[in-house]
């Protein structure tokens, strides 16, 4: 089945980047999501279809789909945004079509 | 607003069953794809399961650990969605949530709503 692979956590000073991987077989060639969980708290959707953002998701927030990686940019990082964070893809070709990355742990210094 | 308001879950032993209830408001659910994903205690997310809406057939597809113990049905007159669960395991221990797919149809979609989650324990 197929596989994404996360880094367990990433830490970054606040008004700095967050640069948040998820790493697939030609995950370029998939529609890669991305979701952020708050303790306690369900996940909310930030980025969709690689690099849309929902309504009410601040701009500081993008995604980038190419290749072998996926990547989930947070700029001007705030306190608010330490999460853990979640990228997803469709895999129709596997008996276990929907596929999560493990997680990577947002840490602001 | 979309609102999606599990319930159901609980304590159940090994090998019991129990059934999760997603009430839904706030949109059309007779349209929409459905799914549900769990989460186990500190660990990641893990989908379960979804329904398609009836126009489109209705029809379920599972998760390899689930398939063949879990049943998932959708109500359209009550805008409710279920998740019947068998033959449980020490392993379905987790919080379970259902969600809304941005999208219907074959589109790879992501998971535009989700609900606060039920607590499911299966332990003897």
């Known amino acids: 089945s197929y596989v994404l692979t996360q880094p367990p956590s990433v830490s970054v000073a606040p008004g700095k980047t967050a640069r948040i991987t998820c790493g697939g077989n030609?995950?370029?060639?998939?529609?890669v999501h991305w979701y952020q969980q708050k303790p306690g708290q369900a996940p909310v959707l930030v980025i969709y279809y690689d690099s849309d953002r929902p309504s009410g998701i601040p701009e500081r927030f993008s995604g980038s789909n190419s290749g072998n990686t996926a990547t989930l940019t947070i700029s001007r990082v705030e306190a608010g945004d330490e999460a853990d964070y979640y990228c997803q893809v469709w895999d129709s070709s596997s008996d276990h079509p929907v596929v999560f990355g493990g997680g990577t742990k947002l840490t602001v210094l | 607003e979309v609102q999606l308001v599990e319930s159901g879950g609980g304590l159940v032993k090994p090998g019991g069953s129990l059934r999760l209830s997603c009430a839904a408001s706030g949109f059309t659910f007779s349209n929409a794809w459905m799914s549900w994903v769990r989460q186990a205690p500190g660990k990641g997310l893990e989908w379960v399961g979804r329904i398609k809406s009836k126009t489109d057939g209705g029809t379920t597809d599972y998760a390899a650990p689930v398939k063949g113990r879990f049943t998932i049905s959708r109500d359209d007159s009550k805008n409710t969605l279920y998740l019947q669960m068998n033959s449980l395991k020490t392993e379905d221990t987790a919080v379970y949530y259902c969600t809304t797919h941005i999208c219907g149809g074959d589109c790879q979609p992501g998971f535009d709503y989700w609900g606060q989650g039920t607590l499911v324990t299966v332990s003897s």
């Open positions: 030609n995950i370029g060639s998939k529609s």
